[in-house]
């Protein structure tokens, strides 16, 4: 094989190269602009004898020929294809028209003719889930409610196809066909759907098909179901359409009461609902007593008597009213003649007082339970009208209490919103304050780029409060120990000279009284007036509070320490201006401030400089000083062993001022060092001086003491 050894500065150079000494059948010519070349008939190889002298080079140069080999190869099949086509030129294209969505619907249509979607395709879409719960799930109230309607159309219709002649020849298929439909309602149920409902077995909840099915199949439900569904209709065929064969379909009361449990737990208004069940309750007992008088009426005869059905007007409804009339115990009917009848009434009597008293009892339960909130508020309310008539509020105060009681109870339904989460758990309670609040919270710059879970944490601490118009939320001078967040309305921000020119109006989404809450020390006190414009309802965080929430939050408090700060410089009064100099002030204006530049490089903390001069120069200054005073006090002593009296000297008023300025001069560290002076003989002296050796410093220490005479 045939080793070539190129040295490539440019893909064109290559090109170049490869044209012209790599043969071709077909006529260059032709394909000159193509620029047809193979380059699978060139092979790169590096001779064994000679090394790879620049890595990067050859690793491009295999790059560059592996994408000489593509462009080839598409250039290629683009010729192919070029010779399969017409020889004439393609037309120009033409400007896309403007399709409307109906043409372009009607032409996919057109296209796409129906296709029918096979039945094992629509049963897998349709196909029920492996397990259903039922607290959650919609489909299964839906569900419910079918099984409902069939348990509802037995239970009052069966006993009035028994008793009333309603079920004729004539229109058996009818009742035939309903009943049908209920059966295939409670075989569904009893097969698909209640095997695959979840359940709970030690907190864990339980979605194994197998498991539902065992679990089902060991429930009395169960039981129910299948005694419900029993097929006692066989009979039919023995005895005729006797409709009390089907007395089993009512024993499926637990999926009527279950849907009834669902429906109120979904319910905004449940005690609504509850009112109209029992009611159905009364209706259908009603209904039930006048089926018994029918029958008793048949059984004794009908118009044999004054007490029975004299066959007259609707069977139904003159039954139903009689039964009516008998539970409510209205009276005013005939008296019952044989001992049948008598004892039929008493039963009825009885029945109905009992029946009666209990729906009537449950109803009353039903509204007051709805009403329990109202009664509540009345009851709070009218207490305290009764205290404040007690101590004879004026009537203002009066009617701004009761004003504050009507807007809490219209607004909120409740008078403290505490006492309603205080009954859930953390996890639900943070559930609710995080819909009603969060977005309000989320919107306060103070409280942006602070940890979520501290935001949650303090949701959990907010308090509500409803202001009147007019009050004043806070005081101006007042110590701020609230933080107040505006939920809902709107407060004005009082100040001027008089205090009543409205500075600014804050929203909703406004938080105010934040710096006296995060001040440590100092600027707790409230800086303006703040009023309730209408009725505003105001969030509330108190200092103590937000301490114990940020003890766990240190970055957050740090973030909120930061903005406090930058609020306050915001806030602070700005350099007045300073009045025109009087007097001798003119002739000798104050004495201008030393720079920041020369201060930091008094006060460096380098060990050679100027500042560590004069730091030296003072030290020397107070050393001799002390040396001065120390040979003043023995001379002193002296005198007065010799027992004379020492001379006084007149104190020098120039040297005076000059210890007084430099003792105030004298830094506070060179001050400690000076010991007190006392009786004892022995006197110390210690001086700092700076040594030969650069960046060290000598200590010296000198004891002197007093002579023995």
Not at 393 to 412: A, F, G, H, L, M
């Given at each position: 094989m045939e080793v070539l050894r190129l040295e490539v500065k440019s893909e064109l150079q290559l090109l170049a190269y490869a044209t012209a000494t790599i043969p071709d059948p077909m006529n260059k010519a032709r394909y000159r602009t193509c620029i047809l070349i193979d380059i699978s008939w060139v092979h790169f190889h590096c001779a064994t004898t000679a090394p790879v002298i620049n890595e990067y080079a050859d690793a491009q140069l295999h790059n560059l020929v592996r994408r000489l080999r593509q462009r080839t190869n598409f250039y290629k099949r683009k010729l192919v294809e070029g010779e399969l086509s017409s020889p004439e030129a393609s037309p120009k294209t033409a400007k896309p028209t403007v399709v409307s969505s109906t043409q372009e619907s009607s032409a996919k249509l057109k296209e796409e003719p129906y296709q029918k979607v096979p039945l094992t395709e629509y049963l897998k879409r349709i196909r029920l889930p492996q397990s259903i719960d039922s607290y959650t799930d919609?489909?299964?109230?839906?569900?419910?409610?079918?099984?409902?309607?069939?348990?509802?159309?037995?239970?009052?219709?069966?006993?009035?196809?028994?008793?009333?002649?309603?079920?004729?020849?004539?229109?058996?298929?009818?009742?035939?066909?309903?009943?049908?439909?209920?059966?295939?309602?409670?075989?569904?149920?009893?097969?698909?759907?209640?095997?695959?409902?979840?359940?709970?077995?030690?907190?864990?909840?339980?979605?194994?098909?197998?498991?539902?099915?065992?679990?089902?199949?060991?429930?009395?439900?169960?039981?129910?179901?299948?005694?419900?569904?029993?097929?006692?209709?066989?009979?039919?065929?023995?005895?005729?359409?006797?409709?009390?064969f089907r007395i089993n379909r009512m024993l499926k009361y637990t999926s009527f009461f279950e849907f009834n449990h669902h429906l109120e737990s979904t319910m905004n208004k449940a005690y609504i609902y509850r009112v109209i069940r029992t009611t159905g309750y009364l209706l259908f007992i009603l209904h039930i007593n006048a089926c018994m008088y029918y029958w008793a009426s048949n059984y004794e005869g009908i118009g044999t008597t004054r007490w029975v059905y004299d066959g007259e007007g609707n069977k139904y409804l003159r039954c139903y009213y009689w039964a009516v009339r008998t539970l409510i115990t209205i009276g005013g009917l005939p008296e019952p003649q044989t001992t049948f009848e008598i004892v039929f009434q008493l039963l009825n009597f009885f029945s109905g007082v009992f029946v009666f008293s209990g729906l009537i009892?449950?109803?009353?339960?039903?509204?007051?339970?709805?009403?329990?909130?109202?009664?509540?508020?009345?009851?709070?309310?009218?207490?305290?009208?009764?205290?404040?008539?007690?101590?004879?509020?004026?009537?203002?105060?009066?009617?701004?209490?009761?004003?504050?009681?009507?807007?809490?109870?219209?607004?909120?339904?409740?008078?403290?919103?505490?006492?309603?989460?205080?009954t859930l758990p953390t996890t639900m309670q943070l559930a609710l304050t995080i819909d009603v609040n969060f977005s309000i919270i989320s919107k306060v710059d103070l409280f942006k780029g602070c940890d979520t879970q501290m935001i949650y944490d303090m949701l959990l601490r907010l308090k509500s409060i409803v202001y009147l118009p007019g009050d004043f939320v806070c005081k101006k001078g007042e110590i701020g120990k609230e933080m107040y967040i505006i939920k809902q309305g709107e407060v004005q921000v009082l100040g001027g000279a008089d205090g009543a020119q409205v500075l600014v109006t804050l929203k909703a989404?406004?938080?105010?009284?934040?710096?006296?809450?995060?001040?440590?020390?100092?600027?707790?006190?409230?800086?303006?007036?703040?009023?309730?414009?209408?009725?505003?309802?105001?969030?509330?965080?108190?200092?103590?509070?937000?301490?114990?929430?940020?003890?766990?939050y240190p970055d957050s408090e740090k973030l909120l320490m930061k903005k406090a700060r930058v609020l306050l410089k915001k806030k602070a009064p700005g350099p007045g201006v300073t009045p025109p100099n009087k007097g001798l002030a003119f002739l000798f204006p104050p004495k201008q401030e030393t720079p920041k530049m020369f201060k930091a490089l008094l006060g460096g903390s380098g060990k050679a400089g100027l500042a560590r001069l004069l730091t030296l120069k003072r030290e020397q200054t107070i050393q001799k000083k002390s040396e001065n005073s120390d040979g003043e006090e023995d001379k002193g002593k002296e005198d007065e062993d010799k027992g004379r009296e020492p001379a006084e000297k007149p104190q020098d008023t120039s040297k005076c001022q000059t210890n007084s300025i430099a003792a105030e001069e004298t830094p506070q560290s060179v001050r400690r060092a000076v010991l007190p002076r006392g009786t004892s003989h022995q006197s110390l002296i210690i001086s700092m001086a700076p040594s030969v050796e650069a960046g060290e410093e000598v200590l010296t220490i000198e004891v002197k003491e007093k002579a023995k005479q």
């Open positions: 919609r489909f299964y109230l839906l569900w419910l409610l079918l099984v409902t309607i069939a348990y509802n159309w037995n239970c009052w219709l069966i006993p009035l196809r028994v008793v009333f002649p309603y079920q004729t020849p004539d229109n058996v298929h009818y009742w035939l066909f309903t009943d049908i439909v209920c059966d295939i309602i409670y075989l569904f149920d009893l097969l698909l759907i209640q095997p695959r409902l979840q359940f709970m077995r030690g907190g864990d909840i339980i979605v194994e098909s197998n498991e539902l099915k065992r679990h089902y199949r060991s429930s009395r439900k169960f039981q129910l179901d299948v005694a419900s569904i029993m097929p006692f209709d066989v009979f039919y065929l023995f005895f005729g359409f006797k409709p009390i009892g449950q109803m009353q339960d039903v509204i007051g339970a709805a009403t329990a909130n109202q009664n509540n508020f009345r009851i709070c309310m009218d207490h305290t009208i009764a205290y404040m008539n007690t101590y004879s509020i004026p009537k203002i105060v009066q009617n701004r209490v009761r004003t504050w009681y009507e807007y809490t109870w219209d607004s909120q339904r409740m008078l403290d919103e505490s006492d309603l989460l205080e989404g406004a938080v105010f009284g934040e710096i006296s809450l995060l001040a440590a020390r100092g600027g707790n006190r409230r800086t303006a007036n703040v009023v309730a414009h209408g009725f505003a309802n105001l969030l509330t965080l108190d200092k103590k509070t937000l301490q114990e929430i940020l003890v766990h």
